[in-house]
């Protein structure tokens, strides 16, 4: 007789570059609005506003060539974003410390259904239905951070089938990695197998289906998807 009443769902795993092992991932946490000038294209002043999180479902990262266009919305943007994967966590952790809990780094983007996110925001509802969706968050592999620069500062850059789009350095982010790893772990336990998802810089934007989106971060590598 088997443990699991039911057969128990395969772990989200990813790869990571330069090995066959794989990252498993437990939460996956997303600040929003942490670049000023998207904060200020969303209607809001990035000067009075603490940092808020909300969360995607480890299964909707994926490691795919392509983005399947989701149901239920007409206006399905991009965010490039850096992601942080986690090897170990804890509560109240210092700013100070917060770098050593990471494991590595990877190009990643929070796809949203701008619509239903737009409507949960008026109704004052969650975001999950624009923002946990199936596939909603497309990854490379991790790179361990010992094979990275600081990532502290690098150009961020998104193109749409070639035409610029979003062009920010990290070093624009409102609240830093440490910063936000401490202020996560005040809130919540953070644990080995998180992964973050620090925001985006402005110029984010609609897709169509045939788009073909290349996310850049100094020094890791480059996420490319077509829209299906
Ligand atoms: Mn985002």
Redesign the pocket.
């Known amino acids: 007789m088997s443990e699991f009443v039911i057969e128990p769902p395969r772990p989200a795993t990813l790869p990571v570059k330069g090995t066959d092992s794989r990252f498993p991932v437990r939460r996956v946490y997303?600040?929003?609005r942490?670049y000023a000038a998207h904060a200020v294209e969303m209607g809001h002043d990035p000067d009075k506003e603490p940092p808020f999180f909300f969360q995607k479902n480890p299964d909707n990262l994926i490691v795919s060539k392509e983005f399947p266009y989701p149901a239920k919305s007409e206006d399905v943007h991009y965010?490039a974003?850096m992601a942080v994967a986690l090897k170990s966590g804890g509560t109240n952790i210092p700013v100070a410390d917060a770098l050593a809990h990471v494991y590595g780094y990877a190009t990643a983007l929070?796809m949203?259904r701008r619509d239903l996110q737009g409507e949960a925001k008026k109704m004052g509802r969650p975001w999950e239905i624009g923002?946990a969706f199936e596939k909603s968050a497309p990854i490379t592999a991790i790179v361990p951070a010992e094979d990275c620069p600081s990532m502290d500062s690098g150009s961020v850059k998104l193109t749409q089938n070639g035409d610029l789009k979003q062009d920010g350095d990290l070093n624009q982010m409102i609240w830093k990695v440490p910063e936000m790893i401490s202020y996560l772990s005040d809130h919540f336990e953070l644990a080995a197998g998180d992964v973050i998802?620090t925001?985006?810089p402005a110029g984010v934007g609609p897709v169509s289906r045939g788009d073909k989106l290349v996310v850049t971060v100094d020094g890791l590598p480059s996420l490319e998807v077509t829209v299906v």
Request: aromatic share 0%; with cysteine; charged share 35%.
């Open positions: 997303c600040i929003g942490n965010e974003e929070d949203t923002k998802l925001g985006t």
